[in-house]
């Protein structure tokens, strides 16, 4: 063989491998759009990721994922909704309630999983919890619906008081339901409510210094992913001021926080990577069911009811799934 042939046959074996990757197919691509900041919660990313590998799928490996993130602006969302479409994800990972009404508004025909604490059908997300219909379907937090019961909570723990206070905020889907069924319940108890409203940052030392004011005795905290993303910070608003407070995840009580009652959010989240990957997997979005976990749980801070110099009564206590001492 001449030396020139040589040549030309060692250029053609090291271009094959080349051209081979060059064929290979591009991964799908997620659109995950957040309405917290990058950083927040890691660990319900991880639960996210860990729901994608139940289903077969690992970022950087055979999915990729472009993340949006709001900054707990409800305002970028639609943008950033649009900028995932334009860049034709396979599926969206609508993540928090602001998001999936975005979301929806930007596309008619990309997947779209959503995770949100209040009615889907309620909101027109989807036409039935069994046969979502279109392009939409998701995991519904247990959140709204059960406002009532965490203002019934409350009171068990200060049934001295007849003024209490929640927290919603006005820019949520389902603000109007909140604060509905949280004076209905308020009606039921024979108490008074006050319904503050908090979108910002800046909204929620306003909020706490006029609790005093209203003679409010305790304070249940709305279900929104503002207030979920600020749960140290609210905690320690409720301690500084002494205002017994109850909210919907453990993060809350973890943080010094009174009580919680709520759902697993980081399951939540697992759930909503498992649907993720079975729309990549080829299924879709109307054969797939609105999941709705059942399971709740109690925990109460003793060390913060001592704080605040409260009783926990023992019927409480025997019903708690976790007491922090």
């Known amino acids: 063989m001449r030396r020139r042939e040589f040549i030309t046959l060692l250029g053609g074996a090291a271009a094959w ?3 081979a990757r060059a064929q290979q ?6 659109g995950f759009l957040n309405t917290r900041t990058p950083g927040a919660d890691p660990h319900l990313l991880d639960a996210f990721r860990r729901g994608l590998k139940e289903t077969g799928y690992v970022e950087g490996q055979n999915v990729a994922i472009e993340y949006r993130w709001a900054f707990n602006e409800y305002d970028r969302l639609p943008a950033l909704a649009a900028d995932l479409v334009r860049r034709q994800v396979t599926v969206i990972a609508a993540i928090g309630s602001p998001s999936a009404p975005a979301a929806k508004a930007a596309t008619t025909t990309i997947p779209i999983v959503f995770i949100i604490g209040f009615d889907p059908v309620e909101v027109g997300l989807v036409t039935s919890l069994n046969r979502p219909g279109g392009n939409l379907t998701g995991v519904t937090v247990l ?16 049934p001295t008081t007849n003024i209490l206070a929640a ?10 339901t909140q604060s509905t069924e949280l004076h209905t319940a308020a009606r039921t108890f024979g108490l008074k409510l006050h319904v503050l409203h908090a979108s910002a940052e800046r909204d929620l030392d306003t ?10 005795g305790g304070l249940v905290i709305g279900n929104d992913t503002f207030f979920s993303t600020r ?30 009652y709520g759902g697993n959010l980081s399951d939540n989240y697992r759930l909503t990577g498992v649907y993720t ?15 709705q976990p059942t399971k709740v749980e109690l925990i109460i801070n003793l060390k ?20 922090i001492e």
């Open 143 to 158: 959140g709204v619906e059960l406002g009532s019961k965490r203002l019934e909570l409350l009171h068990e723990l200060v």
């Open 277 to 291: 990957g079975r729309i990549l997997r080829g299924e879709k979005p109307n054969d797939l069911p609105v999941m």
């Open 231 to 260: 749960s140290e910070q609210l905690a320690a608003l409720a301690l500084r001021h002494a205002i017994p407070a109850i909210f919907q995840y453990r993060q809350f009580v973890e943080a010094s926080g009174l009580m919680s």
């Open 17 to 19: 491998p080349l051209a």
């Open 304 to 323: 913060t009811a001592k704080v605040l110099g409260l009783e926990v009564p023992p019927s409480l206590l025997a019903r708690a799934d976790e007491v």
């Open 207 to 216: 909020v706490f210094a006029t609790l005093h004011q209203l003679g409010a």
């Open 167 to 176: 927290l919603v905020n006005p820019d949520t889907p389902a603000a109007e």
């Open 25 to 30: 197919p591009a991964l799908p691509v997620i």
